[in-house]
């Protein structure tokens, strides 16, 4: 988990075993976020 590029970001492991990311918000310019995309349980 982590913010780049001004979004934030969960990381997961797909279906093949390979990790990857998915943008679930916007940030502001110091890493906070403004916005969530969805619901997270």
């Known amino acids: 988990?982590?913010?780049?590029?001004?979004?934030?970001?969960?990381?997961?492991?797909?279906?093949?075993?390979?990790r990857d990311y998915l943008a679930i918000g916007?940030?502001?310019k110091d890493g906070n976020r403004i916005s969530i995309w969805g619901k997270l349980n």
């Not at 913010?3 to 093949?16: D, F, K, R």
């Open 1 to 18: 988990e982590g913010y780049a590029n001004g979004y934030y970001w969960i990381s997961y492991v797909g279906g093949l075993g390979m």
């Open 26 to 28: 916007q940030t502001d």
